[in-house]
Nanobody
Framework: QVQLVESGGGLVQAGDSLRLSCAVS????????MGWFRQAPGKEREFVGS????????YYANSVKGRFTISRDNAKNTVDLQMNSLKPEDTAEYYC?????????????????WGQGTQVTVSS
């Protein structure tokens, strides 16, 4: 059974940085492409960014491009989301997700495994 556990959320001020981490177990991590999504109250879950299973390619939503960076460590079975220059509109529950394959990484419906989420709150 694949398990994903996020950590690192919290309350920060606008302009601050925060690093989220997701630990994966139950499956060969290097077989999985990983995505980060977020969901604010009353809104749909939205794509934040993704990284292919080999780590050779990342993709970001326009709203976070240049501020957020995804990285993975296939030896430690972790994927991180470094968030810089945070804005109040980044406030949301953040989820990591895993899928096999390397396509459709922006589509949450294509992910078969999800973490429980971690809250990020950015105050103005």
């Amino acid at each position: 059974q694949v398990q994903l556990v996020e950590s690192g959320g919290g309350l920060v001020q606008a302009g601050d940085s925060l690093r989220l981490s997701c630990a994966v177990s139950g499956r060969t991590f290097s077989d999985l492409s990983m995505g980060w999504f977020r969901q604010a109250p009353g809104k749909e879950r939205e794509f934040v960014g993704s990284i292919r299973r080999s780590g050779d390619s990342t993709y970001y939503a326009n709203s976070v491009k240049g501020r957020f960076t995804i990285s993975r460590d296939n030896a430690k079975n972790t994927v991180d989301l470094q968030m810089n220059s945070l804005k109040p509109e980044d406030t949301a529950e953040y989820y990591c997700a895993a899928k096999t394959g390397i396509f459709s990484l922006e589509d949450p419906l294509r992910y078969g495994y999800w973490g429980q989420g971690t809250q990020v709150t950015v105050s103005s």
